[in-house]
């Protein structure tokens, strides 16, 4: 019987403003209007985009509004509300962010930016009685996968074998702990180091979907077909 679902954000589009970019004007007045430093905000193609032009991967960089709609979509799911769901974000930097299913995250896009941008500098987040919420730390996506010890390890992706919901739910049939990776950047494609780390790639529609819509879907068919709630 399927007993708690990990939902891994992986490769997310996640991270302060690089060193490299940081006297551009367009990250200087950013900085400026938010009363913070260019290295403390994240990296936000909205207004960074034409000092993102020359960064390493930068068609996979700079959108922070994907983990935050993913976010939502997981923490406000059935799924979660039974305690049946643990959620990470796992950033193409290298970090790792544990999130409290009781967190409540701010539901405007700015006041979430603002307490990531906190996490990151001071690395954890506690609410006004100490209870842990937001907890971030340096860990490969590898390390965080074995960590967690799931039965299995999945992969969305537009290029895995292509499952309706009975068969995605059949996929998992079977696994107490599984563990789904769902890509958190907007172009682009997997690493291979991620792509190594699945032991199924599997795609629920035959043209690309937002992650967001990807969360939402394949966490309402685990709350369909395996888990009664």
Not at 70 to 91: D, F, H, I, M, R
Not at 145 to 166: D, R
Request: charged content about 25%.
């Amino acid at each position: 019987m399927l007993e708690k679902v990990f939902l891994v954000l992986a490769e997310a589009a996640l991270e302060t403003v690089p060193p490299e970019i940081q006297g551009h004007p367009a990250v200087v007045k950013d900085a400026e209007r938010r009363g913070k430093k260019p290295g403390q905000i994240l990296l936000d193609r909205s207004y960074h985009h034409f000092a993102m032009k020359k960064l390493p991967d930068a068609e996979k960089r700079g959108r922070p509004d994907i983990v935050h709609f993913c976010l939502l979509e997981a923490l406000g799911s059935p799924l979660n509300q039974a305690n049946k769901l643990e959620t990470y974000v796992s950033t193409r930097g290298g970090l790792v962010i544990y999130v409290n299913p009781c967190v409540r995250l701010p539901r405007v896009y700015d006041r979430f930016k603002g307490v990531v941008e906190k996490l990151f500098a001071e690395g954890e987040i506690r609410s006004e009685t100490g209870e842990m919420l937001l907890r971030c730390e340096k860990k490969s996506l590898k390390s965080l996968t074995e960590s967690l010890n799931p039965s299995t390890k999945i992969l969305l992706t537009e290029k895995g074998e292509y499952v309706n919901a009975l068969g995605f739910s059949a996929a998992l049939a079977g696994h107490a702990r599984p563990l789904i990776m769902v890509g958190c950047f907007p172009h682009g494609d997997f690493t291979s180091e991620t792509k190594a780390l699945a032991d199924k790639s599997l795609a629920i529609h035959k043209t690309p979907l937002e992650a967001w819509t990807i969360v939402s879907r394949v966490l309402c068919y685990i709350e369909q077909n395996l888990i009664p709630l």
